[in-house]
């Protein structure tokens, strides 16, 4: 019997504006102001160095260690507020949430930093309709949401995994990483590229698709 659904963050229930403000405008600019740079020479060396770190670092996740880096003389806990104007959810979101909340416990599993999770969700005013957040880079100190990752959720959890649904929109780490542990999983391409069982295009679909389990249950 499924009693918990999991979401990825980024790309399943917000669009990636506030990340990409933060680090592709927000960074830069502080950085171009402490170092008298024009912004886009500014962006030309920061990029280089997102780069050369690398998504598979859990470094690339960390705003501390790059305002320790860049020796950035501002608090970037703070800053994320500043950007908070960014936040943009996709528009099926909260009803599909509002309504999946009343059968299950819904919650969070993301490589996003807890911190930019927190302020997206006070923010969209989305915090009351999950029961926990899980970060793989802030709880657990992994950059991929591997299988371990979600069995770690489980055990957390209390849970087994055929109690457990997730759904996201990176075809390795939110679908087959979860079905490798017996978590039924959904790819979710709002490009609308993709065909298949378990593909989704918004999460609406995903909601017809869970609907018929509570009603079994």
Not at 29 to 56: C, M, P, S, V, W
Request: charged share 30%; net charge neutral.
């Amino acid at each position: 019997m499924i009693k918990i659904i999991s979401f990825d963050f980024d790309g399943t229930i917000v669009k990636p504006t506030f990340a990409d403000a933060f680090w592709l405008e927000g960074v830069p600019t502080l950085y171009a102001t402490q170092h008298h740079l024009e912004i886009e020479d500014a962006k030309k060396i920061l990029f280089k160095e997102y780069e050369r770190i690398g998504e598979n670092r859990i470094e690339w996740y960390d705003p501390g260690y790059w305002f320790e880096r860049f020796h950035l003389k501002k608090d970037w806990k703070k800053m994320l507020l500043d950007y908070r104007t960014y936040v943009e959810v996709f528009p099926e979101v909260p009803a599909v949430l509002k309504r999946l909340s009343k059968h299950y416990t819904l919650i969070i599993s993301s490589n996003a930093k807890k911190e930019f999770i927190n302020v997206q969700l006070t923010q969209a005013k989305l915090h009351q309709y999950f029961g926990r957040v899980f970060s793989s880079t802030s709880d657990f100190h992994t950059v991929k949401k591997v299988s371990d990752f979600y069995a770690m959720i489980c055990k957390k959890m209390e849970i087994s995994p055929e109690e457990l649904i997730h759904v996201g929109d990176h075809k390795e780490f939110d679908y087959y990483a979860p079905q490798k542990l017996g978590i039924s999983s959904f790819y979710l391409d709002r490009t609308k590229n993709t065909k298949g069982q378990d593909v989704i295009f918004d999460l609406k679909q995903f909601e017809k698709k869970v609907r018929p389990l509570h009603d079994l249950e």
